[in-house]
Every structure is written in structure tokens, then in C-alpha cells.
């Protein structure tokens, strides 16, 4: 079955600050942070753009807030140099030997720069975003992050869980939760995950018709699930293809409006 490809890391984050892309400064070229989620041993960062430049790597930097206020360098990761182009990558910070306080706020920075003379230079400038360290140890688990095209037509709750029987009953283990917005779309980095495990999100509205629904992934619908490997390419769906259970929900669904 072809799935929808996820990253190692390990946590359940909601609340991030993701950044917009950095207007191009060369034809075809930008740079931004697609997702991001910190726990107390790692920090997994996927990275997507585009370079223009025949020789160019990526940075990334991570900076732990320490008591005083100040930023102090914690990770960093530097790619190998490749050519012009798509820029996809899921980059994981490993700080295992010296963890990070569970609520600890965290800075990552990510840099375009391309090859000039004999040296690396920036393209584009710093991307940043700051997030919060979970309470959660992260090495050797996996994640998804769930990307709607749509907004969604009421307040509602997100669920992600790991199936067991039929896909169109939204039961199962729960992974995690996600506030949903009112004419918003939704983006939401789920972790903790087993490695191997198969997810679907399912949409809760608290107003309107209140059926869950299913929200299956860019292959619908020959194939609806997710399965783990690159989480640069995310879980994405839409609530306007959200699919009913067909089957009775469990009486004592905690999600459901009644």
C-alpha cells in the first residue's frame, strides 16, 4: 500500500509557530519550516523549499532558553551540498546525553545558503520559530503531521488514533487530540507514535451535524491510512472528504457531541 510517509520524533505538539516562506531574493528559491516538534531528547525539523543555486545545503540550529532568558546553542545539523531544486528534508536534533527540562522554551534557526568562491553564504536570511519542550523522551518513536486543504465548517475536536478492525469506525488508540477552528484549516504535529503503527485522524464538529468523520489521506480513495518513514510529506486531507462511520459509535466516546 503506498502511505503517507512520517518522521522519527516523539511527542504530541499543538500551539506551534509556523513561519511563512521568505520572499525569494533568487529565481526559484525560498526556504521554510513545515513542522516542528520538541520533546526532552529531540527536536525534529521538516524543511521545505526550494533553491535556484546549483550548490546549496541547509542549516539548522537549535538554542535552549536557559534561566537567564538567554538563548544558548543546544543542536545543529548542516546537509550535504545538492543542486538546484525542491528542498525536502526531516531533520532530527539529537541532545539524548544532555536533555532538556520538560516545558523548556526552544529557539530552531534554518539557513539557505549557497556555495560563493570558497565559502557558504546565506541566501535568504533566518527562518525561525520558537516551540516548547514536551514532557516526553523522543528517540526511536514516529510522528504525523496532518495538513487540511479546507477550513473546517465548525469547532471541533481532532483525534488521531491507531486502528485496530474496520477504518470506518472511528475507535482505537488514541495518539492525540487537536483543537479545531471555525474557518480554519488545520495543521497538527502528532508523536509518540510506534514506529509501523497505521493512524487516521478523525473530525468531531460541536455544532451542526455532529457525526465524526473520517478524514482520509491524498490517496483516497484507494488508500486512506498512514503508515511511518518522512514526515515531509504529511497526512493531507480535507474535511469537505471527511467519510462517516459506518458502523455505531462506542456509547462512551469522550469526543463525541450528544
Known amino acids: 500500500m503506498r502511505t503517507v510517509r512520517l518522521s522519527i520524533l516523539v511527542i504530541f505538539v499543538t500551539g506551534l509557530w509556523f513561519v511563512r516562506p521568505v520572499p525569494a531574493q533568487a529565481t526559484s528559491t525560498s526556504i521554510s519550516i513545515h513542522s516542528a516538534a520538541a520533546c526532552k531528547d ?23 532558553r536557559n534561566a537567564l532568558g538567554q538563548y544558548v546553542y543546544k543542536a545543529g545539523f548542516t546537509s550535504n551540498p545538492f543542486d538546484a531544486g525542491p528542498i ?20 530552531v534557526d534554518v539557513r539557505l545558503e549557497r556555495l560563493s568562491g570558497s565559502s557558504y553564504v546565506d541566501v535568504l536570511g533566518v527562518v525561525s520559530l520558537t516551540t516548547t519542550a514536551a514532557d516526553r523522551s523522543c528517540v526511536e518513536a514516529c510522528s504525523v503531521t496532518v495538513d487540511t486543504t479546507d477550513a473546517a465548517p465548525s469547532d471541533g475536536t481532532l483525534t488521531l488514533r491507531s486502528h485496530y478492525g474496520s477504518w470506518f469506525r472511528p475507535e482505537g488508540r488514541l ?5 479545531v477552528g471555525a474557518g480554519r484549516p488545520l495543521r497538527a504535529t502528532f508523536v509518540g507514535i510506534p514506529c509501523g503503527w497505521t493512524v487516521r485522524p478523525w473530525y468531531y464538529p460541536k455544532t451542526g451535524d455532529t457525526t465524526p468523520k473520517m478524514l ?27 467519510v ?5 459509535l462506542e456509547a462512551n466516546d469522550p469526543f463525541v457531541v450528544r
Do not use: C, K
Open 42 to 64: 529531540t527536536t525534529t525539523v521538516a524543511v521545505i523549499g526550494t533553491t535556484g543555486f546549483a550548490s546549496s545545503r541547509v542549516q539548522v540550529q537549535l538554542f535552549f
Open 88 to 107: 525536502s528534508m526531516a531533520v532530527e536534533l539529537n541532545y539524548a546525553r544532555e536533555p532538556v527540562p520538560a516545558g523548556s522554551l526552544l529557539r
Open 175 to 179: 495518539q492525540g487530540t487537536a483543537t
Open 216 to 242: 482520509p489521506s491524498q490517496y483516497w480513495p484507494s488508500e486512506f491510512a498512514a503508515t511511518v518513514a518522512d514526515g515531509t510529506n504529511p497526512y493531507t486531507t480535507s474535511f469537505a472528504q471527511g
Open 244 to 248: 462517516p462511520p459506518a458502523h455505531p
